[in-house]
């Protein structure tokens, strides 16, 4: 996760962003970003990709960022709303790490059972029967 907060430092910087410019910018405090890309707090999501979206000017770009900073994620929330961004940008792949990686968690198990059972749907697979 440290490695893509500081490619995205690196970016608000050479845009010649300050930090605090940067935050009034999407609405959030100069800490919360200050934190989240230090590595001391994870960013939201929805907040990860406003900026991802500010910063990349190329599709392919935005959504290896996006992937990369998925597949780190580790608060209860971000890992719900991952599961709901990759449900509907139909990255089934993605969603399928993030429910292996997470599943287990006391907390997370009925969103984790809900969103395999879509993706057996989505992938026409049935559904196991230890499940």
Avoid: P, W
């Avoid at 900026?51 to 597949?71: A, C, D, G, N, P």
């Avoid at 994620?73 to 429910?99: P, W, Y």
């Amino acid at each position: 996760m440290k490695r893509i907060m500081k490619s995205i430092l690196k970016k608000i910087e050479g845009k010649g962003y300050t930090r605090r410019s940067f935050a009034e910018k999407f609405g959030v405090s100069r800490e919360t970003i200050r934190k989240g890309v230090n590595g001391q707090r994870e960013l939201a999501l929805d907040v990860f990709i406003e900026i991802v979206q500010e910063l990349f000017e190329s599709k392919k770009e935005r959504r290896e960022q996006i992937e990369k900073f998925i597949k780190k994620v580790s608060t209860d929330l971000n890992i719900r709303k991952s599961l709901a961004f990759c449900q509907g940008a139909g990255e089934h792949d993605l969603m399928d790490f993030l429910i292996n990686k997470h599943f287990g968690k006391e907390k997370l198990d009925k969103f984790l059972g809900a969103y395999k059972l879509c993706s057996y749907r989505n992938k026409g697979e049935k559904r196991e029967k230890n499940y």
